[in-house]
């Protein structure tokens, strides 16, 4: 008697959880991911050998362009529930006596990118729309009659006493304003800062090493 042969079929591959499971990744890369903050000017870096890092918190950046303007941003400490920012440009407008609303208070504490602009200008940057911020910046000044940085400086370590000083720029910054954002740094007793470069690859000569 004949063997009854069962009908054979290809096996199928389902592919919809594996698909699936790299949307739900993909989404959660996406909601966790953080962008990096755009910058005011473009910065072409020098080159260095070190490796230490820069502090994400407590900290108050210095960014000096290739035109030798200068910007400044300081993040909200460890805890954004203590809203430095909000209460630095607070003092600042009490010193130059201007009054910020709160929703103009909210938009500096919540802006991501280095500020370059008298502070007599800044009601208008945070209520411009981006393409007018961009024309608007044309760095903070500090010249000895209107020293604004030294102002930024003064009440950024009032209100974080921990905030540390990190000097970006760019390698075609001419030295006299770097030297500028220095000699204020030591007018405000901050003589410990950080200096952001790129990091230039090493040739090891085993050969020079071994002798």
Do not use: C, H
Not at 24 to 39: A, D, G, K, W
């Amino acid at each position: 008697m004949p063997k009854i042969k069962l009908p054979t079929k290809s096996p199928r591959i389902d592919m919809t959880p594996m698909v699936d499971t790299f949307a739900v990744i993909l989404i959660f890369l996406l909601l966790t991911s953080q962008m990096r903050s755009p910058e005011p000017a473009n910065v072409d870096m020098p080159f260095s050998i070190s490796e230490t890092p820069i502090p994400d918190v407590n900290s108050m950046t210095f960014l000096i362009s290739n035109d030798s303007k200068v910007y400044f941003n300081v993040d909200n400490g460890p805890d954004t529930t203590l809203k430095f920012r909000r209460k630095i440009l607070e003092e600042m407008g009490k010193a130059y006596n201007i009054e910020f609303t709160d929703k103009e208070l909210t938009l500096f504490e919540k802006y991501p990118s280095p500020i370059g602009l008298p502070i007599q200008n800044m009601k208008d940057f945070l209520n411009a729309n981006s393409a007018e911020r961009k024309n608007m910046e044309t760095g903070i000044p500090i010249d000895s009659a209107d020293n604004q940085l030294s102002m930024w400086i003064l009440y950024a370590r009032q209100v974080n006493p921990n905030v540390r000083a990190t000097i970006k720029g760019d390698s075609e910054t001419e030295i006299p304003a770097v030297q500028k954002v220095l000699n204020i740094l030591q007018e405000k007793n901050v003589n410990r800062f950080n200096l952001v470069t790129s990091l230039e690859a090493v040739k090891i000569n085993l050969d020079e090493i071994q002798k």
